[in-house]
């Protein structure tokens, strides 16, 4: 379990993060949603270890959160793959640099087949499309075998359907391996896709204003309730 309490982040005299508090279940997936510049990048910096400086207390497990001693994995809006090495080599990057897990080959050839990466292993980035990017960057990921699965934006530049279509190969991934994941976005729809709960902040600074529990979470039906409890949200958030 990953505990925040009170956090505020500053850059310089201007506050991005205020009062953050928030309890992330082992297990689960949380989307947070909010507008631009509300510091939801600013937090999975936190949360990497990127920033440093900041207010408040991080828990994982009963213990300070050190980002050093938990395995993250991290799938940024724009991949992070390293144009020099193949999707294989990058595949297996965060692995070799900081697991200490044992790796077996049936998970991941299950991972790989399960994201249909198999026959693009020995391609570059530059010869790839932006959802197989997308798709290489998750296997990175869960091949990492991460204590947490941090998500920013992972699927805003792709066009609605490939961004579908990653979404659901996700989710299966996910299904399995029950990554304790918090999922960035912008947009309200890929929140209730993705979220089994739903944290909706403020604009800047940021803090909570809404947390709900969304009952369809990973149902592929039910297309009208879906309509009905995003627009339930909107009504929360007051766009």
């Known amino acids: 379990m990953l505990s925040i309490e009170n956090l505020e982040v500053k850059y310089g005299n201007t506050v991005a993060l205020n009062d953050f508090s928030l309890t992330i279940k082992k297990g689960e997936i949380y989307s947070l949603i909010g507008p631009s510049g509300c510091g939801k990048s600013t937090l999975l910096k936190v949360l990497c270890g990127i920033i440093r400086n900041y207010s408040g207390q991080i828990a994982f497990n009963g213990k300070a959160f050190t980002p050093r001693e938990v395995s993250i994995g991290y799938v940024p809006q724009h991949y992070g793959l390293l144009e020099w090495k193949t999707v294989k080599e990058n595949i297996f990057l ?16 299950e991972i790989i087949n399960s994201l249909e990466i198999d026959d693009i292993q020995n391609r570059y980035p530059s010869q790839l499309s932006g959802g197989q990017k997308q798709r290489v960057a998750l296997a990175r990921a ?19 359907f490939t961004s579908e279509a990653s979404q659901r190969l996700f989710l299966r991934l996910w299904e399995k391996y029950k990554v304790t994941t918090l999922f960035i976005t912008h947009n309200i729809h890929e929140a209730v896709s993705i979220g089994e709960h739903i944290i909706v902040m403020s ?17 592929s039906e039910y297309q009208e309730e879906k309509l009905r409890f995003v627009a339930s949200i909107i ?3 007051g766009y």
């Open 94 to 109: 965060s692995y070799k640099l900081n697991s200490t897990k044992v790796l077996r080959e049936a998970e991941v050839s």
């Open 235 to 237: 009504n929360k958030i």
């Open 142 to 160: 869960f091949i990492s075998q991460p204590d947490i699965l941090l998500m920013d934006e992972p699927f805003s530049s792709l066009d609605t």
């Open 203 to 219: 604009k800047s600074p940021g803090r909570i204003i809404h947390q709900v529990e969304n009952p369809l979470f990973n149902v």
